[in-house]
């Protein structure tokens, strides 16, 4: 493709930065990754597939993310609560790494 | 060779002899005795001492079981996972989940009493695999139970109202729960405890069975000092696992209660290099002391997570002209093991399913023959191992045929990637991995098989899509009764495996069946419930939307 050499130079840059903080997200998400192996895929499957069994978390929405913390922190049902053990970044990266495989 | 009369391991105390309540048990400790020859009742988890799972009912048999059908349902009011064996006594049955103990009348399927239990919300942290209990045993007109927050309770198999309640010295916040279904032997309730995944160090424990007085536990790891100990470096043994989390078996004759011990903490092999003793092993205790007759280990120093627990069941089995009195395991890592009950000495270690991790056994250093694969496995390097942590098979006791000897095993040709890449560390309590897997799924993950001990080959094998978490139960009748995580109740030939009925209950079937007597009508009982590790973790959308609810159903021949 052929692209004007100050535009392709400007781009370069935008993707420099973009790619800066995709890396970070990639981090976090790998972070909440492995949070998510050791805590949650007893109960909600490996790599986030489910069999329909426990809530399935690739449902949640970008505007679920009071809910998730609320569900975290505090349980819900045979849920159990996560409340000072799960720290605000763990939760942080845990939602990221969610959002990263969400169906929406 | 690994079988030892005297392992220094600490027994805390032995009251029982203060007790004297001998004679008043007499009459009941005959009854489980003659558990497997009384049709009538279910006294005992496995179905009678041998654990065989094998009943001389023929009633329901290979000509007529096409025309099974459903007497009744009975609702647990609960979405977790069904695992229990039920039993049954005087056309009472008895049921558990993880919170709550049910007696129900066998015949009408009308609940007669039902107790609720309460635990704190943040110990299911610590539970692995499935929020469950196993089952209960009876003893002396009292059902005993284990808790997730590890208490042992005794109630009036009548009315359901407590007679004892012990609680054993064991804290949930560092990983320990209970979910085992006692063994009552020789007047003592035995009982074992989960939790390697949260660093545990493992135990059994004995308690009166009359008054619930606690009489001994036996640590599966050695303390510091201790014989065995120089098996784990630094203090890698305190928090090195070996989880006592299925039922065992008891032979009267020897006196001997046989148990699983699962596998070493963390599953990263790298921070503990040694046999790590007593983990993946099989252990045989006298009931009354908790006093170690042998212990012979399947798996040391065990990467894979092949957490050897699984049920033991006793044969007498003709080879090379003589009769022998065996134990059998069929362990996660994929062996077969045969061992001789009075001095743990494998008779006959033998593949049921596809092993690479080792090449054999080694009978005369009585250890496995290591492949390359563990070898690079354990210096951290990616491996493709078979069977996979889930196991050749997993907790789900198989049942055995005496008169066909063979065995019917639920299996798993499932394989994984492996790496254990850093060495970690464990703090009690916290989740102990440290190591990445990916599972290898056939298109068939399952198969049912009838296996030959001896050999560990299967005479025949019935393929399944996703693997059967359930046990397995066959009678006179000439049938094997398991069921799939679809909720499939199947009833199937056992002489060629041929499926002969089924029906649809409405949740996966993960629990043991059974099968009884009432007034000339043979019954057979089953629950109804998805849940436990595989379902739960691995199975995946293929497995379909599978329901959730649990439910306890008993069927008889129509018209009876």
Redesign the interface.
């Known amino acids: 493709m052929f692209q004007h050499p100050r535009a392709a130079l400007f781009l370069c840059a935008l993707s420099l930065f973009a790619a800066g903080e995709a890396l970070g997200q990639q981090q976090t998400a790998a972070a909440g990754e492995n949070i998510y192996d050791m805590n949650c895929a007893q109960c909600h499957g490996e790599k986030l597939a489910n069999a329909g069994i426990t809530f399935d978390l690739k449902r949640l929405k970008a505007a679920d993310r009071p809910r998730f913390e609320n569900s975290v922190l505090n349980g819900k049902g045979q849920m159990p609560p996560w409340r000072g053990v799960l720290k605000e970044s763990d939760i942080e990266a845990l939602w990221t790494y969610i959002r990263a495989n969400a169906n929406e | 060779m690994r079988s030892n009369n005297h392992i220094g391991l600490l027994a805390l105390a032995s009251f029982f002899a203060a007790c004297g309540s001998a004679p008043a048990f007499a009459q009941s400790a005959a009854d489980l005795l003659n558990d497997p020859k009384n049709t009538q009742s279910v006294l005992t988890y496995g179905m009678g001492y041998k654990a065989q799972r094998h009943s001389a009912l023929k009633q329901i048999n290979r000509g007529n079981v096409k025309n099974l059908v459903a007497a009744w349902a009975y609702s647990m009011t609960d979405?977790?996972g069904l695992e229990a064996q039920p039993l049954v006594h005087d056309g009472i049955i008895y049921i558990t989940n993880h919170n709550r103990t049910a007696a129900v009348d066998g015949v009408t399927g009308k609940e007669i009493w039902r107790n609720n239990l309460d635990y704190a919300?943040?110990?299911?942290?610590i539970?692995?695999?499935?929020?469950v209990n196993r089952g209960s045993a009876l003893f002396n007109g009292k059902l005993i139970r284990t808790t997730l927050d590890n208490r042992i309770l005794a109630m009036d198999a009548k009315t359901g109202k407590e007679v004892w309640s012990a609680k054993s010295d064991a804290d949930y916040t560092k990983g320990y729960s209970m979910t085992v279904a006692p063994l009552v032997a020789n007047g003592v309730v035995i009982t074992g405890v989960a939790g390697a995944e949260f660093g545990i160090r493992g135990f059994l424990e004995g308690y009166d069975a009359e008054t619930g007085k606690f009489l001994w536990r036996r640590y599966t790891i050695p303390a510091k000092g201790e014989k065995g100990s120089e098996t784990w470096p630094g203090d890698s043994a305190e928090t090195g696992g070996g989880s006592t989390w299925v039922t065992g078996s008891y032979d009267p004759d020897l006196d001997l209660v046989f148990w699983g011990i699962g596998n070493p903490a963390p599953w990263n092999p790298r921070g503990r290099k040694g046999d790590n003793l007593y983990t993946n092993s099989i252990i045989a205790v006298k009931p009354k002391t908790g006093e170690v007759a042998w212990v012979t280990q399947a798996s040391p120093e065990d990467p894979y997570d092949h957490d050897g627990v699984n049920s033991l069941v006793q044969a007498e089995i003709k080879t090379g002209g003589e009769t022998r009195k065996v134990v059998m395991q069929a362990h996660r890592n994929g062996f077969l093991y045969v061992l001789d009950r009075a001095t743990g000495k494998p008779i006959a270690v033998n593949p049921f399913v596809e092993v690479n991790w080792a090449s054999g056994w080694d009978y005369a250093k009585g250890r496995p023959i290591w492949t390359d694969v563990t070898i690079k496995a354990q210096a951290g390097e990616k491996v493709n191992v078979f069977p996979s942590n889930y196991g050749g098979t997993n907790w789900f006791p198989m049942s055995y045929d005496p008169s066909a000897n063979l065995l019917f095993i639920n299996t798993n040709a499932m394989g994984m990637e492996y790496q254990a890449p850093e060495p970690v560390k464990v703090v009690a309590g916290q989740?102990a991995?440290g190591v990445t897997t990916k599972?290898i799924a056939p298109e068939f993950r399952g198969h049912l098989k009838a296996v030959d001990p001896m050999t560990g080959k299967a005479k025949w094998s019935v393929p399944f899509k996703h693997i059967n978490t359930a046990g397995t139960m066959n009678t006179a009748g000439g049938l094997v009764f398991t069921g799939q995580?679809s909720g499939e109740f199947m009833a199937l030939d056992a002489a060629n495996g041929k499926l002969l009925w089924q029906f649809q209950t409405p949740s996966g079937i993960i629990s043991q069946p059974i099968t009884w007597e009432k007034n000339g009508v043979q019954y057979v009982t089953v629950g109804s419930g998805?849940?436990g590790?595989y379902?739960?973790?691995?199975?995946?959308?293929s497995?379909?939307?599978?329901p959730?609810g649990s439910t306890l159903w008993t069927f008889k021949l129509h018209g009876k």
């Not at chain 2, 919300?121 to 942290?125: K, S």
């Open positions: 979405q977790t919300p943040e110990l299911l942290r539970v692995c695999c499935g929020i989740p991995f599972p995580l998805i849940g590790v379902a739960m973790r691995v199975a995946g959308p497995l379909g939307n599978v959730t």
